[in-house]
Structures are given as C-alpha cells and as structure tokens.
C-alpha cells in the first residue's frame, strides 16, 4: 500500500508509512492527518473551516487496524467542535478536538489579512536530508531547507515539504491534510538536541489556522525552547507560497540515553 492508510467504514488500516522514528508504533503525524480527514468530510448544514486541531496522544498506537469514533461536543451556527476518538483493539490511544468555525466573507481594511513573507520559496531552497532517523514517511517527501539545517544541524530551521503519492487510499490529498501531517513535524525540523542521545518525544500537537492553505508545497518554520525539568516546546509558523497561515505547537519530553 503506497497510501499512509487505507479505510474500511469506520477502521484505519496503516501501512509502513504510518511507522514513526521511535519505536514499533504510529509516527504522530498519522493520527493527526486521519483525524484532520474525519473532520474535513464530517458533515455539516452550513459552510465550516477547521479553524484548531489538538491531537493528544494518550499513549503509542499501534501499527495496526485503528478504529475511529467521532462525537459532535458543540453544534452551534457559528461554531462547531468535533472529537474524533482513535481506538486500538477497544483501547483508547489518542483524542483529537477540533474546532470549526463558519465560513463567511468578511470585508476586511485593504492589508489587514496580509502577513510580511520574505523567506525562500521552494525553487530557491536547497535540497534537504533527514539526518540519523528517517521514518518510512520521510521518503514520501520532497524537502528544501529555506533556512538552517532542516533534520541536520540544531537551532531553528525552516523547510518546505511537498508529499508525493496519496496519504489516505482513494482520497485526494487536499492542502489541510498535507499540513495536519506536516505540523508534527516541529520538533524535527527545529530541533536543538543530538537524536542519538536524547529523545524529545511530543505527547500533543495543535495545529491552528487562520486560513485554508493551498497548493503542494508547506513551510514548516520551526524552533524548539527547553526547559530544565524534561520538558519543552517545538513550535513552528505554517505557511505556502502565499504567506504564513498558521501555526504548530508541541510539548516535549526530553529523556538522555547517552
């Protein structure tokens, strides 16, 4: 199977592309892309736009068949909240919320929605490695480090990404599921840590949207701050050839091996 997942009703079926970096379980960014799809084609009397999306991942799931159920928390006419439950052999694992909002035109003072953007577009980035650890995922993937090191070198760092073939089988691969995928990517691509000593595992992602992204390629520009305690946060600005349109964040913990 090429697809990250196939679906069967209400079951995921992943494939070795849903396999993350730090052991024999689901990458984070494979939950967060199959909860952002429950989200986008749930349906709705009204137009909605999935405004924030918090994954937390309770505990590691599994490589296998994962049930999703979904509840309507809050319908209202303007907002709407959605949780999308992921389930492993009727063990809960992860919870996402999502929070849609109603999709309205609004006449806005001329550059108000527009945002400063300076940083290299995908054509004029390098191209980018992975550095020591390098899920089944990452070769899905065309990287360009616009600035930094991208995977390789820590300190903050900013890389386009451009995801080939399909994420979820017989699904097209729209702009908000390239970025759900893309926001557990903050610690990777900001990270300050050596992979071969520590782990900086997240136990969360949020994803926030003030607009739609659009087109192939996502700007992950990223940054991690530490704490002293084990903890910390990878945090990243989203943007497409656009502009920026949103952010990423996640809480860490560190653990040393070496």
């Known amino acids: ?143 360009r480090v616009a600035t930094g090191d991208g995977f390789i070198a820590p300190g903050p760092s900013a890389a386009w990404f451009r995801i080939n073939g399909p994420l979820i089988e017989g699904v097209p691969s729209s702009p908000l599921l390239r970025t759900a995928i893309l926001s557990d990517f903050c610690n990777g691509v900001g990270h300050v840590l050596d992979f071969r000593r520590y782990t900086f595992i997240n136990p969360d992602v949020t994803m926030s949207l003030a607009r739609d992204p659009v087109g192939d390629w996502i700007l992950v520009d990223a940054e991690t701050w530490l704490g002293p305690d084990g903890g910390g946060n990878a945090f990243a600005r989203l943007a497409d050839r656009q502009g920026y349109f949103g952010h990423a964040i996640q809480n860490l913990l560190i653990e040393q091996h070496g």
């Open 1 to 143: 199977m090429d697809a990250i997942y196939r679906l069967e009703e209400s079951r995921a079926i992943p494939s070795r592309f849903a396999a993350g970096p730090w052991g024999p379980s689901q990458h984070g960014s494979a939950p967060t892309l199959l909860i952002a799809h429950v989200a986008e084609t749930y349906p709705s009397s009204q137009p909605m736009r999935l405004a924030r999306l918090t994954v937390d991942l309770m505990r590691p799931l599994p490589l296998a068949p994962t049930e999703f159920r979904t509840e309507i928390v809050r319908d209202g006419r303007k907002i709407r909240i959605l949780r999308v439950s992921l389930f492993s052999d009727d063990t809960l694992c992860v919870i996402g919320t999502v929070l849609q909002v109603r999709r309205e035109a609004v006449s806005l003072p001329p550059g108000a929605d527009e945002r400063t953007f300076t940083m290299p577009l995908p054509e004029q980035s390098v191209p980018g490695k992975t550095g020591p650890l390098q899920p089944d995922l990452l070769t899905k993937m065309d990287i």
